[in-house]
Nanobody
């Protein structure tokens, strides 16, 4: 069973919204941070947004003001609300979990396609 499972990707028109979810089977108390990355065709994987154990968030400049990261009450679920989507947001979105033991876990990715 995969440690991280993402869902919520799909096809949307420019200006639309999607909400990505990621559920981890890891122990919430051992998680230092959870992040979203994305990879567009032919490009390197890039950081999109992250949230740490204390709830502090950060965003790539390209998504500030449009995307919102959050965690569920049990801290085992991560969300990414994406509004005002642009074609350049297209890519495979990956959930990442970083633990206090310096372990890094990745989900299988979910495809987001924004049409113009």
């Amino acid at each position: 069973q995969a440690r991280l499972v993402e869902s919520g990707g799909g096809l949307v028109q420019a200006g639309g919204s999607l909400r990505l979810s990621c559920t981890t089977s890891g122990i919430a108390s051992s998680i230092v941070a959870m992040n979203w990355y994305r990879q567009a065709p032919g490009k390197q994987r890039e950081f999109v947004s992250g949230i740490n154990r204390g709830g502090s968030t950060n965003y790539a400049d390209s998504v500030k003001g449009r995307f919102t990261i959050s965690r569920g009450d049990t801290k085992n679920t991560l969300y990414l609300q994406m509004n005002s989507l642009k074609p350049e947001d297209t890519g495979v979105y990956y959930c990442n979990e970083r633990t206090q033991y310096n372990d890094d876990y990745w989900g299988q990715g979910t495809q987001v396609t924004v049409s113009s």
